[in-house]
């Protein structure tokens, strides 16, 4: 495993989009609902969360259709775990941990 370079990331930083950046870094994919839930906020708050990952590049969006319900899945790119590294990387440097 490579180091990473400490960076702190301003889109990464705010409690909602670190705790989502934080679900995602351990899994493939993960359900809307699931992450909604873990976060403890609404769906509005959580799109909105997911709005500005997904700009920055840090997040995809997929949408299927399971027994007839559509389904969306949330997953860190590439980006967005070198970013999330670099940011969790940058919070230990500055706590001294």
């Known amino acids: 495993m490579t180091a990473v370079s400490p ?8 409690p909602p989009r670190l705790q989502i950046c934080g679900l995602l870094a ?12 873990q976060v403890g906020v609404s769906d509005s708050v959580l799109s909105k969360h997911v709005k500005q990952l997904e700009e920055a590049g ?3 969006v997929g949408k299927s259709t399971r027994a007839s319900r559509v389904r969306t899945d949330l997953a860190l790119t590439a980006a967005g775990r070198a970013a999330f590294d670099a ?7 500055i706590t001294g941990a």
């Open 26 to 37: 351990h899994v493939e994919t993960m359900g809307f609902a699931v992450v909604r839930e």
């Open 7 to 14: 960076r702190f990331d301003a889109v990464i930083h705010p």
């Open 58 to 60: 840090y997040v995809s």
């Open 87 to 93: 940011h969790v990387a940058e919070l230990r440097r």
